[in-house]
């Protein structure tokens, strides 16, 4: 079966600080892997995504994201955080099969960066 | 970019009665919406695959009959939660596949409180 994990349920990071945001995944076949962000309230905005290539995605705000295969792992990054990061993470996978359109969310990484 | 509009964005209603929350891309062609629900400090579960022009595919252990989709056109989806009760308050997000490469575009969401 399909599933993501986000272990942490919350990151503190400084500001100015580089940010991580943990994501492991298990799919069978080819993972299509996303990481959005939710602010209060609102629907979820895309970040990045990886379905194939170079193993370092590049994506909006400043985010990155590493896969690594081996570790079946999808984590975010950024450099250096900013205040305005502060918000709800959520990795999500899709299968690689034909006919499988689902995405599966983890449950989600609060990050909170202080000033 | 490709926006998915939903509405209401919040909605407060008796219990019993029956609440539309209506999903639209605004400028591209949806064949498929899907309808999350979202508890307070939790993931998004998947309630149902909407389709336009044929039924909607409901996920495991959510009521059909209570959760009423339909997707009438190519650029609109409407979820109704019918009989209205307290337990039914969530956060509901629509998304819509907007690219062909996997991208999904999310909905703002909607918060529906029962009293």
């Known amino acids: 079966a399909q599933s993501v994990a986000q272990p942490e349920d919350q990151v503190n990071v400084a500001e100015g600080n580089p940010l991580t945001v943990k994501c492991t995944y298990s799919v069978s076949g080819n993972p299509y892997l996303f990481w959005y962000v939710q602010y209060p309230n609102r629907g979820l905005q895309f970040l990045l995504k990886y379905i194939t290539g170079d193993n370092l995605v590049k994506g909006s705000y400043g985010f990155e994201a590493e896969f690594n295969k081996s570790q079946t792992s999808f984590h975010l990054k950024k450099p250096s955080a900013l205040v305005s990061d502060s918000a709800l993470y959520f990795c999500a996978v899709r299968g690689g099969t034909s006919g499988t359109y689902k995405y599966i969310f983890g449950t989600g990484t609060r990050l909170k960066v202080l000033a | 970019g490709a926006v998915v509009s939903q509405h209401p964005s919040w909605v407060i209603c008796k219990s019993g009665t029956s609440v539309k929350i209506e999903c639209r891309s605004l400028d591209f062609q949806a064949t498929t919406m899907f309808w999350y629900r979202q508890f307070p400090k939790q993931s998004l579960m998947l309630m149902a695959t909407s389709n336009e022009g044929s039924k909607a595919t409901y996920e495991q252990g959510v009521e059909k009959d209570k959760f009423l989709i339909n997707h009438a056109s190519l650029t609109l989806s409407t979820l109704t939660v019918t009989s209205a009760h307290p337990e039914d308050s969530s956060f509901y997000i629509c998304?819509?596949?907007?690219?062909?490469?996997?991208?999904?575009?999310f909905g703002s969401g909607t918060r529906l409180t029962v009293v």
């Open positions: 998304s819509a596949r907007s690219q062909p490469n996997y991208g999904y575009t």
